[in-house]
């Protein structure tokens, strides 16, 4: 029975693809932090690759319109595009907000949440490969693991920042400053396992 179904690449491509630009926003971040306060060759290129991913993103919403018979269900390919999508959105915002907040400087802190967010970025994007060729959890199931062990350690990272920015001691406008930031990177992070959670429905409803 499965035989008798059009092997229709295309979503996975577009999918595929998304998950690149992913993992590419996550490295441009990750440089950013580690070459600032050369930063604005690095915003140009999330920037690009937001435009990218949105472009992406709309190819295969008009492609879900248009074809008759999809891989899987058509609301989870719309979860899986989101999910994507939010998580280039969410570094891109972020990154937009460091020149316009004047941060003189990036916290410890900071660097350890875009090295989880790298780490998350590339396991999604593994993730997302092996939907191509497998309905299989088991196949699968090591890098959700890993997705999800990236975001708990990303919560426990944030944890410890907004203790120490609540704890006494960093001027009032920094503590503004650096709460949206940690709170774009720690949602970026978050945006990783959801795209694991819909990955892991994917495979539980068509294995």
Known sequence: MFNLLPK???FYDLFENMAQRVVNSAQYLHELARQ???????IQLIRKEEHEADDLAHAALDRLDRTFITPFDREDIHELVGNLDDIVDQ???????????HVTS?????FKQ???????????AEAVKRLRKSRKLSDLSDKLIE?????????????????????????????????????????????CEDVGNTL????????
Do not use: C
């Open 147 to 191: 997705i999800h062990r990236h975001e708990s350690q990303g919560d426990d990272n944030h944890h410890a920042a907004m203790s120490k920015l609540f704890g006494g001691g960093v001027e009032p406008l920094d503590v503004v400053k650096w709460k949206e930031l940690y709170d774009y990177i720690e949602e970026a992070i978050d945006d």
């Open 114 to 124: 875009t090295d989880v967010l790298l780490a998350a970025t590339v396991a999604v």
């Open 8 to 10: 229709d690449t295309v």
């Open 106 to 110: 990036i916290e410890p802190e900071f």
């Open 91 to 101: 570094i891109d915002a972020l990154a937009k907000r460091v020149p316009l907040f």
């Open 36 to 42: 600032f306060p050369k930063i604005e060759g690095h």
């Open 200 to 207: 892991e429905r994917i495979v539980l409803k068509n294995g």
